[in-house]
T-cell receptor
């Protein structure tokens, strides 16, 4: 069974631009969560989607948004990029218990 | 969500058993304890999960005392490839529950 895939793997943007990251969960998984990882703040929860509905949201500004499609694939968008948005963005999917999540390799976003 | 406390770092040598203890004094009745492993520039990987007593799988064991206020991840005979960050998480497997990762424990295994 294929794992969680994320595209692109690497991305370089400049301040003020916007970016869209994509995540394809493991087949059959309906829950998709997004996390931001930085050296200073560690792994922080962004939001979680299940059946196209956002069920939970972390403490991030409204510039961070996401959505989930009917095939469970998810996208995350960050508008008006700031230097501090440079991070590894991780997507995780799960089938059942929310504690047991399968993570993708991440998208490394660099904002210049 | 219960807050967890674990050592920032640990050092070990190949072939030794490593025990990483996590403290979670405010664990709730329906909370489970889950451990993840993360290598540099990769996403975390689920290692083991338990509710009480002892759980063992092919890579690790998880010991949980009766009061459930702490837990210990045991890695038998570690190798260099076990060098990673290990996260202890506590939470209920309910819809919409967010995983809260702490700082984790950086395990360094030397030859």
């Amino acid at each position: 069974k294929a794992g969680v895939t994320q595209t692109p793997r690497y991305l370089i943007k400049t301040r003020g631009q916007q970016v869209t990251l994509s995540c394809s969960p493991i087949s059959g998984h309906r829950s998709v969560s997004w996390y931001q990882q930085t050296p200073g703040q560690g792994l922080q929860f962004l939001f979680e989607y299940f059946s196209e509905t956002q069920r939970n949201k972390g403490n991030f500004p409204g510039r961070f948004s996401g959505r989930q499609f009917s095939n469970s694939r998810s996208e995350m968008n960050v508008s008006t990029l700031e230097l501090g948005d440079s991070a590894l963005y991780l997507c995780a999917s799960s089938y059942g218990p929310i504690n047991e999540q399968f993570f993708g390799p991440g998208t490394r976003l660099t904002v210049l | 969500l219960a807050k967890t406390t674990q050592p920032i770092s640990m050092d070990s040598y190949e072939g030794q058993e490593v025990n990483i203890t996590c403290s979670h004094n405010n664990i709730a009745t329906n909370d489970y304890i889950t451990w993840y492993q993360q290598f540099p520039s990769q996403g975390p990987r689920f290692i083991i999960q338990g509710y009480k007593t002892k759980v063992t799988n092919e890579v690790a064991s998880l010991f949980i005392p009766a009061d459930r206020k702490s837990s210990t991840l045991s890695l038998p005979r570690v190798s260099l490839s076990d060098t990673a960050v290990y996260y202890c998480l506590v939470g209920a497997p309910e819809a919409g529950t967010a995983l809260i990762f702490g700082k984790g424990t950086t395990l360094s295994v030397s030859s």
